[in-house]
T-cell receptor, first 110, second 117 residues
Framework: DADVTQTPRNRITKTGKRIMLECSQTKGHDRMYWYRQDPGLGLRLIYYSFDVKDINKGEISDGYSVSRQAQAKFSLSLESAIPNQTALYFC?????????FGPGTRLLVL | QKEVEQDPGPLSVPEGAIVSLNCTYS??????FMWYRQYSRKGPELLMYTYSSGNKEDGRFTAQVDKSSKYISLFIRDSQPSDSATYLCAMIGFTDAGGTSYGKLTFGQGTILTVHP
């Protein structure tokens, strides 16, 4: 869905590197979320934001940070990447109780 | 114990079969129940949405919620190869006395479904 875009789509990095995953949306939604997906574990919430000044930790925020640069942009950073952060990362926006997901970023930490 | 349990499968059925996908949950605060479909290399997309107990039908898809048993189901009738995907159940509970959910979804592990011609 082109309304929620994520960059990059694929990324390989090394242990200890800092990386940023970016999310942009054209839906005009205030609420945005970052999830990671691992086989057998489903999607788990990392951070969520209700507007530019309101950012909240999810269930697995350790090792991650976020920045809400504008209503349309929400970035996820891995300060010092480690191999167990290898996963598929999704950004989502929400209207009501419906969430709209981006296409995902596949991250491999060596 | 996970708040939401879903059999990961994989599930393989012939075209035309009736498919039953199920989730159980432990948090009685969950009020909204959803099914998301995720095609390979894509993000999840909302398929069905039910508030509280009951049934909801949309074409070949029927969602059922039994809050007394903490059990939800998705049925797919006349399954098609295009239904092959991962199906994720998801739930939202109210997090304060004012009834605000903050949109925090709790997902099941996902069930991989393959419908073969």
């Amino acid at each position: 869905d082109a309304d929620v875009t994520q960059t990059p789509r694929n990324r390989i990095t090394k242990t200890g590197k800092r990386i940023m995953l970016e999310c942009s949306q054209t839906k005009g939604h205030d609420r945005m979320y970052w999830y990671r997906q691992d086989p057998g574990l489903g999607l788990r919430l990392i951070y969520y934001s209700f507007d530019v000044k309101d950012i909240n930790k999810g269930e697995i925020s350790d090792g991650y940070s976020v920045s809400r640069q504008a209503q349309a942009k929400f970035s996820l950073s891995l300060e010092s990447a480690i191999p167990n952060q290898t996963a598929l990362y999704f950004c989502a926006t929400a209207r009501g109780e419906t969430q709209y997901f981006g296409p995902g970023t596949r991250l491999l930490v060596l | 114990q996970k708040e939401v349990e879903q059999d990961p499968g994989p599930l393989s059925v012939p075209e035309g079969a009736i498919v039953s996908l199920n989730c159980t949950y432990s948090n009685s605060a969950f009020q909204y129940f959803m099914w998301y479909r995720q095609y390979s290399r894509k993000g999840p997309e909302l398929l069905m949405y039910t508030y509280s107990s009951g049934n909801k039908e949309d074409g070949r898809f029927t969602a059922q919620v039994d809050k007394s048993s903490k059990y939800i189901s998705l049925f797919i009738r006349d399954s098609q190869p295009s239904d092959s995907a991962t199906y994720l159940c998801a739930m939202i509970g109210f997090t304060d006395a004012g009834g605000t959910s903050y949109g925090k979804l709790t997902f099941g592990q996902g069930t991989i479904l393959t419908v073969h011609p």
